[in-house]
């Protein structure tokens, strides 16, 4: 069982930045994947970013240039720094772990960017 805590959330004003964090505990995998995925009110979810355990990345086209995942093996942590906030990049952002056949997901924590 893996367990996920996230932290970084909170309100910021359009064009500000906030940095998500999401430590993972219990994991035996060498190999994996980890990332968020964001879900805003009557909207489905939607993948944000994801970062292999070798580094490789993935981002939704809404925030290519904006956002940059990054990650910590050490710690098993993975960080969304997040620049030029728009109001529709408000939601509730879940960390999510994938390890051979399992995935994890964090409780969520919520992101609004409002004037």
């Known amino acids: 069982q893996v367990h996920l805590v996230e932290s970084g959330g909170g309100l910021v004003q359009p064009g500000g930045s906030l940095r998500l964090s999401c430590a993972a505990s219990?994991?035996?995998?060498?190999?994996?994947?980890m990332g968020w995925d964001r879900q805003a009110p009557g909207k489905q979810r939607e993948l944000v970013a994801a970062?292999?355990?070798?580094?490789?990345?993935n981002y939704a086209d809404s925030v290519k240039g904006r956002f940059t995942i990054s990650g910590d093996n050490a710690k098993n942590t993975v960080y969304l720094q997040m620049n030029s906030l728009k109001p529709e990049d408000t939601a509730v952002y879940y960390c999510?772990?994938?390890?051979?056949?399992?995935?994890?997901w964090g409780q969520g924590t919520q992101v609004t960017v409002s004037s």
């Open positions: 999510n772990f994938r390890g051979g056949p399992y995935a994890y």
């Open positions: 219990g994991s035996g995998f060498s190999i994996y994947v």
């Open positions: 970062i292999t355990s070798g580094g490789n990345t």
